[in-house]
């Protein structure tokens, strides 16, 4: 039977990170499924990173930072009745208030993926902004994800930790593993295509970073990780790809120069299309020691590719990945990104291109995305009966 359901995302801009990416090829999945998918955005109408894959319905622009856009909640009563479901993707901004707003009392079911926004981490690492969540909370989000159908979570870690954020917290919640279609067409002439663009690093053993550079990211503790260790073997290239997103690259390619490293590293700016995938099909090994990660697309990214991923136990699938020995995994510090760095490069030549196996089958069991669309497309059917409204 087809099901046609709505994704709910302030932007789909690609600099925005992982849920941006994931709503995409959630469509692309669905469609390729036969089921019918649109997206409606706060973003500008004729934004140019807008989808082809599906009908996009752009309100915006909504106003900076929290995203209010007067035209969203009338789009919302107008088209809502349309949809056998409603999917709202992230948390604090106005596009789940509104959701909220127009649909508590309609028959339309919504379902929220909160992406990783209720991690207790946010909270200890930005004070002042959990403050200001603190007294939008109790009339704003604690609502959104009370009368949701279900509040969906990537992983039981995710689960978890989001209980940790708010003392006062309801929700129905449900883990539904996420994923990404992964990479197709020409391994080599993808791989060659990296090269030609960045022929410094051409035979060189990359340890790859690809994601915003960002404090959360971890890039620091990477940069001195590697530093440590580049000495021991010369070949070895650190390339980071990624968008600059709060002017941190600076600060880092000066700590580079400080320790030595500038000549062994690579700074690629974003990446995207075949020269994105080039960059996974060049690598050794992917490297995230992220203080914070709900899903890490990336990482997901770097499986379907057959690269072995080391990562920080702040991941959320970091337990997937050790179960199934497609990685390794230490502390979000120097001293467990080094240990990461160590621990690859120790292991012998057989055991990389196990571990390199390992990472394919990974992806195939847990993260390919069609296998989210139809875990998805049972929930709608599993939660379908008609659920009570809540007064506001």
Same mark, same amino acid.
């Given at each position: 039977?087809?099901?046609?359901?709505?994704?709910?995302?302030?932007?789909?801009?690609?600099?925005? %990170? %992982?849920?941006?990416?994931?709503?995409?090829?959630?469509?692309?999945?669905?469609?390729?499924?036969?089921?019918?998918?649109?997206?409606?955005?706060?973003?500008?109408?004729?934004?140019?990173?807008?989808? /082809?894959?599906?009908?996009?319905?752009?309100?915006?622009?909504?106003?900076?930072?929290?995203?209010?856009?007067?035209?969203?909640?009338?789009?919302?009563?107008?088209?809502?009745?349309?949809?056998?479901?409603?999917?709202?993707?992230?948390?604090?901004?106005?596009?789940?208030?509104?959701?909220?707003?127009?649909?508590?009392?309609?028959?339309?079911?919504?379902?929220?993926?909160?992406? %990783?926004?209720?991690?207790?981490?946010?909270?200890?690492?930005?004070?002042?902004?959990?403050?200001?969540?603190?007294?939008?909370?109790?009339?704003?989000?604690?609502?959104?994800?009370?009368?949701?159908?279900?509040?969906?979570?990537?992983?039981?870690?995710?689960?978890?930790?989001?209980?940790?954020?708010?003392?006062?917290?309801?929700?129905?919640?449900?883990?539904?593993?996420?994923?990404?279609?992964?990479?197709? &067409?020409?391994?080599?002439?993808?791989?060659?295509?990296?090269?030609?663009?960045?022929?410094?690093?051409? &035979?060189?053993?990359?340890?790859?970073?690809? &994601?915003?550079?960002?404090?959360?990211?971890?890039?620091?503790?990477?940069?001195?990780?590697?530093?440590?260790?580049?000495?021991?073997?010369?070949?070895?290239?650190?390339?980071?790809?990624?968008? /600059?997103?709060?002017?941190?690259?600076?600060?880092?390619?000066?700590?580079?120069?400080?320790?030595?490293?500038?000549?062994?590293?690579?700074?690629?700016?974003?990446?995207?299309? =075949?020269?994105?995938?080039?960059?996974?099909?060049?690598?050794?090994?992917?490297?995230?020691?992220?203080?914070? =990660?709900?899903? %890490?697309?990336?990482?997901?990214?770097?499986?379907?590719?057959?690269?072995?991923?080391?990562?920080?136990?702040?991941?959320?699938?970091?337990?997937?990945?050790?179960?199934?020995?497609?990685?390794?995994?230490? /502390? /979000?510090?120097?001293?467990?990104?080094?240990?990461?760095?160590?621990?690859?490069?120790?292991?012998?030549?057989?055991?990389?291109?196990?571990?390199?196996?390992?990472?394919?089958?990974?992806?195939?069991?847990?993260?390919?995305?069609?296998?989210?669309?139809?875990?998805?497309?049972?929930?709608?059917?599993?939660?379908?009966?008609?659920? =009570?409204?809540?007064?506001?």
């Amino acid at each position: 039977m087809t099901v046609r359901y709505l994704h709910v995302i302030p932007s789909l801009n690609p600099d925005g %990170g %992982g849920p941006a990416e994931g709503v995409r090829q959630l469509a692309v999945a669905a469609s390729r499924l036969d089921h019918e998918v649109e997206i409606v955005t706060l973003d500008r109408p004729g934004s140019t990173w807008l989808t /082809d894959v599906c009908p996009v319905h752009c309100v915006g622009p909504g106003y900076p930072k929290y995203g209010y856009a007067p035209g969203f909640v009338p789009w919302m009563q107008r088209n809502a009745a349309r949809f056998d479901a409603v999917v709202v993707n992230g948390l604090w901004q106005f596009h789940s208030l509104g959701s909220w707003r127009t649909l508590r009392n309609s028959s339309v079911p919504y379902y929220v993926f909160t992406h %990783g926004m209720l991690d207790p981490w946010f909270k200890r690492q930005y004070p002042l902004k959990h403050l200001k969540k603190r007294l939008y909370w109790p009339w704003a989000e604690y609502r959104v994800l009370r009368d949701a159908r279900a509040v969906l979570f990537t992983s039981e870690e995710e689960r978890l930790l989001a209980r940790q954020s708010f003392r006062r917290y309801q929700a129905n919640e449900v883990v539904l593993s996420y994923g990404i279609q992964g990479f197709g &067409g020409n391994a080599a002439a993808q791989r060659e295509l990296f090269l030609e663009r960045f022929p410094q690093v051409r &035979g060189k053993r990359i340890v790859l970073f690809l &994601g915003r550079v960002h404090p959360k990211k971890g890039c620091d503790l990477l940069i001195e990780a590697f530093a440590s260790l580049a000495r021991l073997d010369t070949s070895l290239h650190l390339v980071v790809a990624g968008p /600059d997103q709060t002017g941190m690259q600076a600060q880092l390619m000066e700590l580079a120069k400080r320790l030595g490293v500038s000549d062994a590293m690579t700074w690629t700016g974003m990446l995207s299309g =075949e020269v994105k995938t080039g960059a996974f099909r060049a690598a050794e090994v992917f490297a995230l020691p992220s203080h914070q =990660e709900n899903f %890490g697309i990336a990482v997901a990214e770097a499986l379907s590719c057959g690269v072995p991923v080391l990562i920080s136990n702040k991941i959320n699938i970091w337990r997937e990945i050790g179960n199934d020995q497609a990685g390794l995994v230490a /502390d /979000d510090t120097l001293q467990g990104t080094q240990q990461l760095l160590r621990g690859w490069l120790a292991l012998s030549a057989e055991r990389r291109q196990q571990m390199a196996r390992n990472a394919v089958e990974c992806f195939q069991r847990r993260f390919q995305i069609d296998r989210v669309v139809t875990n998805l497309l049972s929930l709608f059917a599993l939660q379908g009966a008609p659920r =009570e409204s809540k007064a506001a």
